[in-house]
C-alpha cells in the first residue's frame, strides 16, 4: 500500500521514518514534508491545508491510506471530505475533532459529563470578561482562546491587569483572529504534567507508553510557552495505577460523552493533565500525535504502525496485540534562535552525517540547491532509544554537539 503522510515536522518525520519500516508499505510520501522526509520518502509540495489539492493527489496516485500529522485539516474537515471520496484516512472526522477545536465545546463536555478539570467561566464580549477580572480576587488566572492559535492561545496572567490586557488582545484587537471571538477564563491549577496518547477506535482505547513534553523555551521551565524543547518517555510520574484512573475517570466518560453527542471519535486522542493535589484534571484535549512526545514514543513501538492504523480504521482495534520497547527514549530540539520568537530562516545546517548513535527528526528544515538548511524555529530533534532515560539522554545531547548552525538553540535540563 502506498501512504501518505500530511504534515512537516518532527512528528511527521518520525510518522515517516516508521511506516517505511512497515511491511504493508510500498511507498510513502509526505506533504509538505522537510529534509529530513525527503531522505526517506517522496515529498509533495502541498501544503498541510490545501485539502483539494491532497485530495486530488491521493486519489491520482491511489494512496491507500493518508494519515493526517496536524490539527488544522483534521478540525477543518479533511477525513470528512476524505470518507466521502471513498478514500482510506486516519484521524477523527470535523465533528470529533471539535475536542480541541473548540476549548469551549471541550470544557462543556467536561462539565456535563462530570470529568475533572478546572473551574471555568466562558466570555462572547470583553466587557462582561474584563468585569469578571475586576472582581476576582484569585490570580494568576488563565485566560484561552476558544479556538485554534498554534499552541499561542492560553495564558497565564499573574495579575488583574495583564489578564484585562489578555481580554482585550484577544476579544479586541483580534489577535488570534476569529479564535479569540469566544475565551474561557479558568482556575490556575498547580502540579506536574503528564501528556497521555491513546489509539481510539468506535469501540476500543489503547493507550501508548507515557511521555514529558518540556514547553517553556528556559531551563527550570522559565520563559516563553514553545511546541515542546524535549521529550521522554517514560514519564516518570507514570505508572499503572495513574494510567487505570485517568482511564476510568477521563479517556472512557470523555469517549462515551462524544459518542452519546453524536459525536463518536477516532484516532488519536491526547490528553494533557495536571496531577493536582485533589486528583489528575485535564488541561485540554488534542486530537493527534504531540510534537515532539511522537519523536519519544513511536520509536518504543514494536508492532507495526500501518497495521495499527488500518485496526483504527476499520474498528478492529481490539483485534491486535500492540507491543512496546521495554526501554526508555528521550528526544532534545535544536531550535533557531530567538524561537518562540522571531527568528532567521535558511541557515545551512552540518555535522548530520556525524551523529551515529542517536537518531534525528528533522522538523524545520528544507534542501535548498542541495543543502540542508534551517526554514523553522524547531529545526531538528536528536532522538535516542535505550534503556534508560538518563542513557538515552546523554546520547542525544552528545550528538547535538555534532550538528552546527548558526543560533542553535538548545534547553539543557530536559529529563529533569
Ligand atoms: P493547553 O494548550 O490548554 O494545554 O495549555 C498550554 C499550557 O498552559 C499547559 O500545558 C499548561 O502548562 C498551561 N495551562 C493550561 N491551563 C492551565 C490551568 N488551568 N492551570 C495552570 N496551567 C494551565
Ligand atoms: N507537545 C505539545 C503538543 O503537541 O501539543
Known amino acids: 500500500m502506498k501512504v501518505l503522510v500530511i504534515g512537516g515536522g518532527g512528528r511527521e518525520h518520525t510518522l515517516v521514518w516508521k511506516l517505511v519500516q512497515s511491511s504493508r508499505v510500498s511507498e510513502v510520501f509526505c506533504a ?23 485530495l486530488k493527489f491521493a486519489r491520482e496516485n491511489e494512496i491507500g491510506m493518508t494519515m493526517v500529522g496536524p490539527e488544522v485539516p483534521l478540525v477543518n474537515g479533511i477525513v470528512d471530505e476524505f470518507e466521502a471520496a471513498n478514500l482510506r484516512i486516519f484521524g477523527p472526522n470535523a465533528r470529533a475533532a471539535i475536542l480541541e477545536g473548540s476549548k469551549v465545546f471541550t470544557k462543556e463536555l467536561l462539565a456535563k459529563y462530570q470529568i475533572p478539570t478546572a473551574e471555568y467561566h466562558r466570555f462572547t464580549e470583553a466587557g462582561p470578561a474584563i468585569k469578571f477580572l475586576e472582581a476576582n480576587t484569585t490570580y494568576p488566572i488563565v485566560i484561552k482562546a476558544d ?15 495583564d489578564a484585562q490586557q ?8 483580534k489577535v488570534f483572529g476569529a479564535a479569540g471571538d469566544e475565551i474561557i477564563i479558568e482556575e490556575f491549577m498547580t502540579g506536574p504534567e503528564l501528556s497521555m496518547l491513546c489509539f481510539v477506535d468506535s469501540k476500543t482505547v489503547v493507550p501508548m507508553v507515557s511521555a514529558k513534553d518540556y514547553k517553556r523555551i528556559g531551563e527550570g521551565d522559565t520563559g516563553l510557552n514553545t511546541g515542546g524543547m524535549g521529550a521522554i518517555s517514560p514519564n516518570p510520574l507514570y505508572d499503572d495505577e495513574l494510567e487505570a484512573y485517568c482511564l476510568e475517570n477521563i479517556i472512557e466518560p470523555t469517549l462515551e460523552g462524544m459518542r452519546h453527542e453524536g459525536r463518536p471519535f477516532k484516532g488519536i486522542l491526547y490528553c494533557g493533565i495536571m496531577l493536582t493535589e485533589a486528583g489528575p484534571r485535564v488541561l485540554e484535549y488534542n486530537v493527534r500525535f504531540g510534537d515532539p512526545e511522537t519523536q519519544v514514543i513511536l520509536p518504543r513501538l514494536k508492532t507495526d504502525l500501518a497495521e495499527i492504523f488500518d485496526a483504527v480504521i476499520d474498528d478492529r482495534l481490539n483485534e491486535i496485540e500492540i507491543i512496546w520497547d521495554e526501554g526508555a527514549a528521550a528526544t532534545i530540539v535544536l531550535a533557531s534562535q530567538g524561537y518562540p520568537e522571531a527568528y532567521p530562516k535558511g541557515l545551512p545546517i552540518s555535522g548530520l552525517d556525524r ?10 528544515t528544507k534542501l535548498a540547491s542541495g543543502e540542508v538548511v534551517t526554514s523553522g524555529g524547531r529545526v531538528l530533534n536528536v532522538t535516542t532509544l535505550a534503556e534508560t532515560v538518563d542513557e538515552a539522554l546523554e546520547s542525544s545531547y552528545t550528538n547535538g554537539e555534532l550538528i552546527q548552525f548558526e543560533g542553535k538553540t538548545i534547553r539543557k535540563d530536559i529529563g529533569s
Not at 509538505?32 to 498541510?48: C, F, R, Y
Not at 479556538?147 to 491587569?161: H, N
Not at 551523529?355 to 527528526?361: H, T
Request: glycine fraction near 16%; charge should be negative; charged fraction near 25%.
Open 355 to 364: 551523529v551515529k548513535s542517536s537518531v534525528v527528526f528533522h522538523a524545520g
Open 166 to 173: 489578555g481580554v482585550r488582545e484577544m476579544m479586541e484587537d
Open 147 to 161: 479556538g485554534l492559535a498554534a499552541g499561542k492561545g492560553v495564558l497565564i496572567s499573574p495579575t488583574k491587569e
Open 32 to 54: 509538505p514534508g522537510n529534509a529530513g522526509t525527503e531522505e526517506i520518502a517522496t515529498n509533495i509540495d502541498l501544503s498541510d491545508g490545501d485539502i483539494p489539492g491532497l
